[in-house]
């Protein structure tokens, strides 16, 4: 399968070292024709200098749409209008690329029945702590799932090392039934920084717990399907939130797709830590189907 031609690669720009690093992949990998670079706020202007400057020396096109953390709707809004310009294949780098803007970027594309490439690069390791004062928890704008009058809702989070991200969304939504998805595995010290927590907030609001695994071949979805089926979804309104590793979104977004009861719902931090991740660590590479229909893929494939 040939992307070389009309080619459109979406990432979104940061000041972690891994960001620059991961661009260079996907630009070597799949020679794009155009480069949609988003842009948060100014902590990333040397890595969004080098990409304009990279862009225009190899005659790439290169636009830059701000979204918001304040303002979801002219988010949406913007990446619906950057989606409808894209002619080809696309290629979305979710490296540093908040989950609201993720799952907004593959509702957009999916609707133009477009093919799209998944990119992930983990860092070499993490700082001890990553965000600080979560903010109001929200549903994602146009993913919200068809409202069931007077059922119950329930809450599905695969969670992080901010385990007040966790708390936050319980006290939000205080829903009925509460199931924590725990990342397996000893990576970025996962069991002391992850493990331990969640079991500890699953006893304290009487949550049930299970494992996944968000860098198997399908992110997790097997898994978090047959909690979800557990939970009666079709008598149910169910909030599903990805807390823990990047990849863990995209099982939850082709989990939207499948059940219509169910909302996606981002949760702001405040604060970020500035050494956030150090390093450049593994590559992942998957495709989305237009059936949602999550596999693993090949470099430039």
Known sequence: MDLNNNCTLITTCSWEERFFGSFSKAVEAYSPTDVILCCYDTRH?????????????KGIGLSQPKPSYSDPKQTFMDVSKAVEQIKGRVVLDITTTPRELIWMVLDQVQKKSMFIHILYTSPRNYAKWLTKNPQKPRIVYRLGG???????????????????????LIGEFEPEEIRLGIQTGKQFENEPCNQTKARQIAEEFGARYFDVDAYSDDCGFADISTVIEEMNPSESNILMCSLGPKLSSLALFALHRKYPTSSLVYTPSKEYNPDYSKGIGDFYLKELTRESVIRNSTLGK
Do not use: M
């Open 146 to 168: 068809e409202t069931i009058l007077r059922a119950p809702t329930k809450l599905l989070a695969i969670t992080g090392f901010d385990t007040d991200r966790v708390r936050q």
């Open 45 to 57: 202007e040397t890595n969004e200098q080098k990409v304009i400057d990279y862009c225009k020396e």
